[in-house]
């Protein structure tokens, strides 16, 4: 569905679960009003960043702002827990985003700050 939308990002499931796009405003609302209609035990919008296109006499397409080039479902070394619970590994994930120039943004989702991991 991103990827029919002209969405980049990526989706991670298990715990936490996390899904990330970028796009137009209008677009963004319309994938996130549809994803909220599936069956969820709990989903919430946890950030979101407006940022405009045209200002003060400056234009920029939306490819620069974009930190990915599609829509992909990732997972790091999941590990099950209880069950049917798997969680990520969140230092690989840290990374990941760290690579995209993003790295900011896994504090303001998990509330901790991230640290790659070593090998």
Known sequence: MAADMQLT???????????????????CEEFWHRVRR??????SCKH???EPIES?????TLKEFR????????SFDAHAFHGRDYHMDLG????????????YIFKILLGVDGKIPTT
């Open 9 to 27: 990002g990526f989706c991670l499931p298990g715990k936490p679960g996390i899904i990330c796009i970028e796009g137009y405003k209008e677009i």
């Open 38 to 43: 599936w069956t969820w035990k709990k989903i």
């Open 48 to 50: 979101r960043e407006d």
């Open 56 to 60: 003060e006499g400056e234009s920029k």
């Open 67 to 74: 930190f990915f080039e599609n829509f992909e479902e990732i």
């Open 92 to 103: 690989k994930f840290y990374q990941y985003l760290d690579e995209h120039k993003c790295g």
